[in-house]
C-alpha cells in the first residue's frame, strides 16, 4: 500500500509510536500558528512563533530530515526568532497594546484566505493517488553526508547546489550590509 | 491507526499556509505580519521535506535549507526597514503607513 | 514489561538506538538527579575556593566546613516571597526561567558519558547541542522584558547581544574540531558526539594535541566562548551586582531566581562537557593505545577508588584539625561521617576495581568498565568547572563595548583562520 513505508519497517527504520507523535506535533503546530495570528500582545505571539518553528523541526526529523532539523532549531529558533524580539522590544509602543488586532480590510483578507483553502482542499481531495511514495527513503545515517556531498561537492567535482550555496552566501552578505545601512543614523 | 502518508504532511503545511495568509492580510501590527511571512516560508519548507521524503532523494531538503537561509536573509532587511520607518513616524500600524499615497 | 527492562540489560547500544524508552527515562532522571547534585557541590565549590582564593574562610557555620550551606541557601530561597512586578506581564514572566531551563537540560541529551551512556545519540548530535544552546538567549531576553523594568530590560539586551555574539565563534571552533574527525581513511566525519569521541580513539590523538597548536587554539577559542556563552567572569557585565543591579534577574526573587542559577550552572556544565567531548577524548582515559596491556587497564581502573579515598583522607584531617570545644562537637561528628562515607565509597569501587579485572563480561567488569567512563569524564568536566572559579576569581570585568569588540574582531577572525588552517593541513597531511 505505501511501499516507502514498508520498505522503512522492513528496514528497521520505522519510528516509535508514529501516528501519536504525528497527530500530537501536528495539533501543536497548527494551535500556536493560530495563536501568531490571532494574539494581541506581540511578545506573545513571537512566543507562539517560537513554539511552531519546534515542532514544525520536529515534524521534520519524523521525515528523516535530521540536518534541516539542525539547521531549523540553529538559524530559525535561535536566530531570527531572537532578531524579531529585539525589534519587538525596540518598536514595542504601550497605543499598539490597546489598539485594535486586525486592520480596516479583514473581511477582504479573510474572504480571500477561505478561496485558497478552498482551492487546496479541492486539491487533495481530488488529486489523493498523487502522493503515494514513490522512492526507497534515504537511510538517515547518511543523511549529513549525502547533503554535504549534493552543497560542496565531492572527489574533484562540484556538486549540484554548489553554485546556489556561493550566491546564497552573497545574498546574505548583500542583506547583512543592507540591514546594517537601512538602521544607521547617518549614513 | 492509519499510517501516517505524504498527505498528511501536505494537510499541515496546507493549513499553516493558510494562517500564515490570513495572518498576512489582517494583521495591524507589522511585526506580526513578518511573523506570519515566516509561517509562510515554513509550509513550504514543510511541503518540500515532505515530497523529498516522498521521492526518496534529497533535492527537496537541500532547497528547503535555502529557503532558510533566505527567510533569514528576508527577516534581518523587512525588520531594518521596520526599524527605519519606525524612527520617522513612529508608528507600526500598517494602516497608516502610507507616505506613498497620493 | 519486564521485557522491556531486561531486554536493554548487556545491549552496547544507547536506549535512543535501542529503542527503549524506559531505560531511556531512567538515563534521564538519572542526568537531571546528577546535574542537580553537581550544581549544588558547584555552588559550595565556588564559594568556599572564591574565599580561598580571597585569603578568607568562606561559609563555615552551617555544616563542618559550611558543606550544608547549598541547602541553607536551597531553603532560603524555596521560603521567600514570591514577588511579580504590578506591570509585569504575568505569564511570560513565568514562563522565563522556563525556556532558560529547558535549553540549559535538553543539551543533556547528546553528551555521551561512555560509549553507549548516552541518552540518545543523534546523527547531528553537535548541530542540536548548538541550536538548543542558542535557544537559552531567548529565555534572558524574555526574562528581561517581562520585568518591565529599566535595569532588567538592558541587561537583557546586553546580555543576549553577547551571547548571540559568541555563539558564532564557538560553532566555527566546533566546526574545526568536526573536521578533524573526517581525518580518516574513508574521509567521512561525523556529527555525532559518541563518534566524535570514536575519531579521536581511532585516530589515537586527543584533538587538542592534533595539528598542534590548531587543536589547542581551537578549545581555547571554545572555551574563551563558553565562558561569554553563560555570562560568567569576565563577560559578567549584564548580571554583576555593581553594574547593573543583577541584570535581566533583577525583578525575579526567590524560587525563580535559582531556577535562573540552575539553569546558569546547568548550562555550564554543559558546554564543558562539550568541550571535553570534543577535544579532550570524552570518556578515554588518558593514553588508551599507547598504554594498552591489563596492567596498565588495572591501574587506571584503580583511579576512582583512590580519588574517593584521598577525599576521606582530607575529610578526616579535617575532623582531626576540629576545635577540640564543646560547640564543635556536632560539627566533628557530622565531618567524620562525612568522611566514612566517601572512604566506604572508594572501599566499594576499589573492591569492584579489584574483581572486574580478571574476566570480561562479569557484571563487576562491565559496573567496573562503566564507572570508570564515567569518572574520566566527571574528571575532566570538573577541571572546566574548577577553571570557571579560577577565573572568576582573577579576572576584572570587561567593559560591554570591549566584549562585543573581542567577540566579533578578535575571535571571529582567529577561529575562521583556525578553521582555514586545519582544513589546509588536514589536506596536506593525507
Not at chain 3, 563555615?60 to 550544608?68: D, K, Y
Given at each position: 500500500m505505501n511501499p516507502g513505508l514498508n520498505a522503512a519497517l522492513n528496514s528497521g527504520m520505522a519510528p516509535v509510536a508514529t501516528p501519536w507523535f504525528f497527530y500530537a506535533l501536528a495539533g501543536m503546530a497548527v494551535v500556536s500558528a493560530l495563536l501568531v495570528i490571532t494574539l494581541r500582545n506581540a511578545v506573545h505571539a513571537a512566543l507562539a512563533l517560537i513554539v511552531t518553528l519546534l515542532s514544525v523541526a520536529s515534524l521534520y526529523l519524523m521525515l528523516y530530515a535530521p540536518f534541516v532539523t539542525g539547521v531549523q532549531i540553529v538559524v530559525y529558533a535561535g536566530g531570527i526568532m531572537v532578531l524579531f524580539l529585539f525589534v519587538i522590544m525596540l518598536v514595542n509602543i504601550e497605543r499598539s497594546s490597546k489598539e485594535?488586532?486586525?486592520?480596516?480590510i479583514w473581511p477582504a483578507g479573510l474572504a480571500a484566505a477561505c478561496a485558497l483553502l478552498a482551492l487546496f482542499v479541492s486539491a487533495f481531495v481530488k488529486g489523493k493517488a498523487l502522493f503515494a511514495d514513490r522512492g526507497m527513503p534515504l537511510p538517515e545515517s547518511s543523511n549529513t553526508q549525502q547533503i554535504a556531498t549534493m552543497l560542496y561537492g565531492e572527489a574533484g567535482r562540484m556538486g549540484q547546489y554548489t553554485f546556489a550555496f556561493e550566491i546564497a552566501s552573497l545574498l546574505l552578505l548583500v542583506a547583512i550590509l543592507g540591514a546594517v545601512i537601512m538602521t544607521k543614523k547617518k549614513i | 491507526m492509519v499510517p501516517i502518508t505524504t498527505l498528511h504532511y501536505l494537510v499541515v503545511a496546507a493549513a499553516l499556509f493558510v494562517l500564515g495568509v490570513i495572518g498576512v492580510l489582517i494583521r495591524r501590527n507589522v511585526v506580526i505580519v513578518l511573523m506570519s511571512i515566516e509561517l509562510i516560508l515554513n509550509a513550504v519548507n514543510l511541503n518540500l521535506v515532505a515530497f523529498s521524503r516522498m521521492w526518496g532523494n534529497l533535492h527537496g531538503q537541500v532547497f528547503a535549507i535555502f529557503i532558510i537561509v533566505d527567510a533569514a536573509a528576508e527577516a534581518a532587511v523587512g525588520l531594518g526597514i521596520l526599524i527605519a520607518f519606525f524612527r520617522n513616524k513612529e508608528t507600526v500600524n500598517v494602516d497608516e503607513i502610507d507616505l506613498l499615497k497620493w | 514489561m519486564p521485557n522491556f527492562i531486561m531486554s536493554?540489560?548487556?545491549?552496547?547500544?544507547t536506549p535512543g538506538e535501542a529503542g527503549n524508552q524506559f531505560w531511556a527515562l531512567i538515563y534521564v532522571l538519572i542526568i537531571f538527579a546528577g546535574v542537580s547534585v553537581a550544581v549544588i557541590a558547584m555552588n559550595w565549590i565556588e564559594r568556599k575556593a572564591l574565599a580561598h582564593f580571597q585569603v578568607r574562610l568562606g561559609p563555615?557555620?552551617?555544616?563542618?566546613?559550611?558543606?550544608?550551606q547549598p541547602i541553607a541557601d536551597a531553603v532560603k530561597l524555596m521560603l521567600k516571597e514570591d514577588i511579580i512586578p504590578a506591570e509585569a506581564d504575568q505569564f511570560v514572566f513565568w514562563v522565563a526561567p522556563l525556556i532558560g531551563l529547558l535549553a540549559a537540560f535538553t543539551v543533556y541529551t547528546v553528551i555521551p558519558f561512555g560509549p553507549s551512556q548516552a541518552v540518545s545519540d543523534m546523527n547531528i548530535g553537535i548541530l542540536f547541542m548548538l541550536g538548543v544552546s542558542s535557544l537559552g538567549v531567548l529565555g534572558v531576553v524574555v526574562a528581561g522584558w517581562a520585568s518591565n523594568s529599566h535595569y532588567p530590560l538592558i541587561g537583557a539586551l546586553r546580555s543576549s547581544a553577547q551571547m548571540v555574539s559568541y555563539e558564532v565563534a564557538m560553532g566555527l571552533a566546533v566546526v574545526s574540531a568536526i573536521l578533524m574527525t573526517s581525518m580518516n581513511a574513508s574521509g567521512t566525519g561525523t556529527l555525532s558526539m559518541i563518534g566524535i569521541v570514536q575519531a579521536q580513539q581511532q585516530q589515537g590523538v586527543w584533538f587538542i594535541f592534533k595539528f598542534f597548536p590548531l587543536g589547542l587554539l581551537a578549545l581555547v577559542i571554545f572555551a574563551i566562548a563558553m565562558i561569554a556563552e553563560t555570562n560568567r567572569a569576565p563577560f559578567d557585565l549584564a548580571e554583576a551586582e555593581s553594574e547593573l543591579?543583577?541584570?535581566?534577574?533583577?525583578?525575579y526573587s526567590g524560587l525563580r531566581w535559582s531556577l535562573f542559577m540552575l539553569s546558569e550552572y546547568a548550562a555550564m556544565i554543559a558546554v564543558s562537557s562539550i568541550a571535553v567531548t570534543l577535544w579532550l577524548g570524552g570518556w578515554m582515559r588518558p593514553f588508551p593505545n599507547l598504554l594498552h596491556a591489563p596492567a596498565w587497564d588495572f591501574i587506571f581502573s584503580l583511579f576512582p577508588g583512590l580519588t574517593f579515598l584521598g577525599l576521606a583522607a582530607i575529610a578526616f584531617i579535617g575532623t582531626a584539625r576540629m576545635p577540640s570545644h564543646s560547640f564543635f562537637k556536632i560539627q566533628c561528628i557530622g565531618l567524620a561521617v562525612f568522611a566514612a562515607l566517601l572512604g566506604f565509597i572508594a572501599l566499594l569501587l576499589l573492591v569492584a576495581a579489584v574483581a572486574g579485572r580478571s574476566a570480561d563480561t562479569s557484571l563487576a567488569a562491565r559496573f567496573n568498565e562503566g564507572i570508570g567512563y564515567v569518572y574520566w569524564f566527571v574528571l575532566k568536566v570538573a577541571v572546566f568547572m574548577y577553571l570557571f572559579i579560577w577565573y572568576r576569581a582573577t579576572w576584572p570585568r570587561y567593559r560591554f563595548d570591549q566584549l562585543m569588540k573581542i567577540g566579533w574582531k578578535v575571535m571571529l577572525p582567529i577561529s575562521l583562520g583556525v578553521l582555514v588552517l586545519t582544513a589546509i593541513v588536514g589536506v596536506i597531511a593525507s
Open positions: 485594535h488586532r486586525f486592520n480596516r | - | 536493554y540489560l548487556g545491549s552496547t547500544v563555615m557555620r552551617v555544616g563542618p566546613h559550611g558543606l550544608l543591579t543583577a541584570g535581566y534577574h533583577t525583578e
